[in-house]
């Protein structure tokens, strides 16, 4: 089974709206760690955002915010106030445990539109 | 130092040759990861590291791929007798000691093509 599922490869969003990318994941192990990152087409992966299993609050950094709903298995990045440097990949990750190793998803396209 | 360093950033290479890319990350992490990226696609793990011990690797991993880390410094990967599925981004991370669900910096890849 997908450990991380990103169920929408491609999003348009108008500069200056919102806009939330899905992320689900699947897991038996109670202490996990999930991660956002973005890689615009120069290929580096930027670190957004992290939510641990047992954090009460949302995360947030800035613009962007993690919806954590953890009885839904879902983390969804929400990007407030989109700007044109926003266009690029989104990834979603998770670490389980103890695992040195991050599980990723297929990935985001996203497209502000000015 | 600033962050995570690949070299080379591109190899071009033939089918059957030897490859080995380096990978030095930033100078306190101790924890340190390969992934590789083929287009379109989310990084897979490969191997990690944690100081010079090579804890993990993946069952994507084959006999023809080998990773060091002598020093528990640089990390070097190697992919011997190359074939055209083995072009892909390859991408290293790093991580601090001490935390466990950190995120993990990475560099900026080195990109494989074996024609």
């Known amino acids: 089974a997908q450990k991380i599922t990103q169920t929408q490869p491609g999003m348009f969003v108008q500069e200056k709206e919102a806009v939330t990318l899905d992320c689900t994941y699947d897991t038996s192990d109670p202490s996990y760690g999930l991660f956002w990152y973005k890689q615009p087409s120069s290929g580096e992966m930027i670190f957004l955002i992290y939510?641990?299993?047992?954090?009460?609050q949302n995360a947030t950094e800035g613009r962007y915010s993690l919806n954590f709903q953890k009885a839904r298995k879902s983390a969804n990045l929400v990007i407030s106030a989109s700007q044109l440097g926003d266009s690029a990949m989104y990834f979603c990750a998770m670490r389980e445990g103890n695992a040195g190793k991050s599980t990723f998803g297929d990935g985001t396209t996203l497209t502000v539109k000015p | 130092d600033t962050g995570v360093s690949q070299d080379p950033r591109h190899k071009i290479t033939k089918r059957g040759q030897n490859v080995t890319f380096r990978c030095d990350p930033i100078s306190e992490h101790n924890r340190l990861y390969w992934y590789r990226q083929t287009l379109g696609q989310g990084p897979e793990f490969l191997t990690y590291?944690?100081?010079?011990?090579?804890?993990?690797k993946s069952r994507l991993l084959s006999d023809r791929f080998s990773a060091e880390r002598p020093k528990g410094s640089f990390s070097t990967l190697e992919i011997q007798r190359t074939e055209q599925g083995d072009s892909a981004m390859y991408l290293c991370?790093?991580?601090?000691?001490?935390?466990?669900?950190?995120?993990?910096?990475f560099g900026q890849g080195t990109r494989l093509t074996v024609v």
């Open positions: 939510q641990g299993s047992y954090d009460q």
């Open positions: 590291f944690q100081n010079e011990a090579q804890l993990e």
């Open positions: 991370a790093s991580s601090p000691p001490g935390v466990e669900n950190t995120e993990a910096f």
